[in-house]
Nanobody, 127 residues
């Protein structure tokens, strides 16, 4: 039971990338979706949390207004759009699923609560 991630790659500053992750072995209906990243030499950082209700999505201040997360429960797929990318966005990006559908109050630092994870995909922002 996991996410299968796709997308990522190398992009110039100011560019855009699309990522997706498809659930394997479980349906998304009852899960909040977490989006995390980990840069070289740094800890895992919460990027966004998307509750199963689809409303009140949480975004980190560093990406708010630039990144968007969405989901298609019928396809069991999560889509992530990253615009206006900066070199400091360089990291491995992960999807994760949290049963119950709600984002934790401390959603950005609660990666240990998430049940299922993707394998991660590398995003490099460089000229």
């Amino acid at each position: 039971l996991q996410f299968v991630e796709s997308g990522g790659g190398l992009v110039q500053p100011g560019g855009s990338l699309s990522l997706s992750c498809a659930s394997s072995g479980f349906t998304l209906d009852y899960y909040a979706i977490g989006w995390f990243r980990q840069a070289p030499g740094k800890g895992r950082e919460g990027v966004a949390c998307f509750p199963s209700s689809g409303s009140n999505t949480k975004y980190a201040n560093s990406v708010n207004g630039r990144f968007t997360i969405s989901r298609d429960n019928a396809q069991n797929t999560v889509y992530r759009q990253m615009n206006s990318l900066k070199p400091e966005d360089t990291a491995v990006y992960y999807c994760a699923a949290l049963f119950g559908g709600a984002c934790p109050t401390d959603w950005s630092t609660s990666s240990n609560l998430y049940y299922y994870w993707g394998q991660g995909t590398q995003v490099t922002v460089s000229s």
